[in-house]
């Protein structure tokens, strides 16, 4: 064995677990192999894209904030009922998102996902681009390496992080990751358009690096259980849509026709008009929540990221780089610590697991596990953002009659359409997912 | 004041959307159909969920074509009938997003 092929870690993606994780190990001193397929690190990756808690690296970059390539930070959230012809929207708007470190920002993954990993090499890592891992490599039960897809292509360290995105080929052949069914599988598609910077203060209401993540459900998808997305960036848009890819197969519509039908909503086309695609991109998204957390451990291996499912869609919250920086951080400090002990067996990798369940990674997917099967509710998706709008339209409706009291108003519309025994059901399957 | 008609939707011909996307072509394919399997399958939920519209029924027949493949997976997931096998192109082949 020659002993450039041979490191103390080797983390396979260059995604923001990846880079987190190399770049936490490669300051501790660590010899880090950060290896990544595509070109560029970020040029296979696709977010909305909101990073939500940046802070999360202060930690090992203070003061990122003036040096990141964010697009810009989030004071407005937006969230949309989306009927044929009307809106019903939560608008929400706060200065108190307006400092540093931020509570959200918008970013392009390929650009983020460059800086972040080129944190990782000035730290001493080693990024290994253009290069597909197509296997792990044992001895015995032991993980002991990588197998890349090139001459001599075998890379050799005691312990492993799969931070290998949503497919995770790696997850699955070491044996902790089951195969995906389409019910818990999203696809997410986007554009992204080019408008001037001013065009987009102006049209959503903003100043300076102010920007906007906006969502919506019901019409924004048709008869596909999902949702969609706007997000502002400098001087463009990100625009797409996110459906489960079952229902998707089930109603048998196009997922870019799903975004031409988003775009050219009516309360949507004027927000994006004169709007120039720029790009158009795909990803799939790991929605289907605690229950697709997979194992996270097994000897000389850890997953993180995408690749262990850690992704919180749960219609409010729509998170998961943070989760990725998070889980990329635990598993790093894991390692030193395995490190330190030379015990890389899957019971000197357990802190993993226990360092992830105190943190938001888990907490969260576990407090919100109920939040999956609510968010594709048959009637969320599909009859409530109707019915919300119908509901609206009669209160502001004004016919010179007389009018009823809001509670009638509103329940008499409702109940045209569903039976307040099924409105109590999903009442109470809303609370129970999201609010107690 | 105006009126604001609904306009029927105007649908961009997914081959558009792709030339904006950057592809380096491998000779070989990293998508591969087992097309025997696909005799029969009336779902078809290829057809529908690959966001680059990359698989056809023609005469009966199921084609497909890679070379503007985004990688997302979601064709593999979604056959009932496993008989797409998917890989990843060769590192530094394939898709490059550059703006997303």
């Known amino acids: 064995m020659h002993a450039q092929q041979q490191f103390d870690v080797i983390v396979v993606g260059a995604g923001p677990a990846g880079s987190s994780a190399a770049l936490r190990l490669a300051r501790a001193g660590l010899r880090v192999a950060l290896i990544e397929r595509g ?59 307006a400092t540093p470190p931020y509570n959200g920002v918008t970013l392009l993954r390929p650009k983020f996902d460059r800086w972040l990993a080129s944190k990782a090499v000035e730290a001493g890592a080693l990024l290994i681009t253009s290069t597909v891992v197509d296997d792990l490599l044992y001895e015995g039960e032991r993980v002991i390496g990588v197998q890349c897809r090139r001459e001599a292509g075998a890379l050799y360290a005691p312990v492993v992080i799969a931070a290998d995105g949503a497919n995770s080929f790696l997850a699955k052949k070491a044996g902790l990751q089951r195969e995906f069914s389409p019910e818990e599988m999203s696809l997410g598609v986007k554009e992204v358009l080019r408008l001037s910077a001013r065009t987009i203060e102006e049209r959503f209401n903003l100043t300076g690096d102010e920007g906007m993540a906006s969502e919506y459900v019901g019409e924004a998808t048709g008869p596909v259980k999902g949702g969609a997305f706007l997000y502002t960036n400098r001087e463009t848009l990100s625009l797409g849509i996110i459906v489960q890819i079952a229902s998707l197969a089930r109603q048998r519509v196009k997922p870019y026709e799903l975004l031409d039908r988003f775009k050219q909503h009516p309360s949507v086309a004027p927000l994006v008009r004169d709007g120039v695609t720029l790009e158009y991109s795909a990803h799939m998204i790991p929605e289907g929540g605690w229950q697709l957390v997979p194992r996270l451990v097994r000897s000389g291996l850890l997953v ?7 992704v919180f869609a749960t219609g409010i919250f729509l998170e998961g780089m943070n989760f990725a920086v998070a889980s990329g951080l635990a598993a790093a400090e894991t390692v030193l610590e395995a490190h330190q002990k030379g015990d890389f067996s899957a019971t000197g990798l357990a802190g993993y697991q226990k360092r992830l369940e105190q943190s938001f990674v888990l907490q969260d997917l576990r407090r919100f596990r109920l939040t999956p099967a609510f968010v594709n509710n048959e009637r969320l998706q599909n009859l409530y953002p109707e019915l919300f709008c119908e509901a609206a339209e009669q209160v502001f409706r004004s016919e010179g009659k007389p009018r009823k009291k809001l509670g009638p108003t509103i329940l008499t519309t409702l109940r045209r359409k569903v039976s307040l025994w099924t409105l109590l059901r999903d009442g109470w399957q809303a609370g129970r997912a999201l609010f107690f | 004041m105006q009126s604001i008609a609904s306009e029927p939707v105007a649908m961009q011909p997914i081959e558009e959307r792709l030339e904006l996307v950057r592809f380096k072509v491998d000779k070989t394919p990293h998508i591969r159909v087992n097309t025997a399997a696909c005799q029969g399958c009336d779902l078809t939920p290829c057809v529908y969920v690959c966001p680059a519209g990359l698989f056809e029924i023609l005469g009966g027949e199921m084609h497909f074509s890679y070379e503007h493949c985004l990688e997302c997976g979601t064709c593999y997931v979604a056959c009932e009938r496993k008989a797409i096998e998917w890989d990843y192109p060769r590192g530094g082949w394939g898709v490059s997003f550059r703006a997303s």
């Open chain 1, 304 to 310: 993180a990221g995408d690749a262990a499912a850690l």
């Open chain 1, 39 to 97: 070109e560029y690190p970020g040029a296979k990756n696709v977010s909305g894209a909101v990073f939500y808690a940046p802070g999360l690296l202060a930690e090992l970059l203070p003061s990122f904030w003036e040096d990141a390539p964010f697009e810009r930070y989030i004071t407005r959230r937006v969230l949309t009922f989306l009927g044929k012809d009307a809106a019903l929207s939560l608008d929400f708007r706060t200065r108190h998102f």
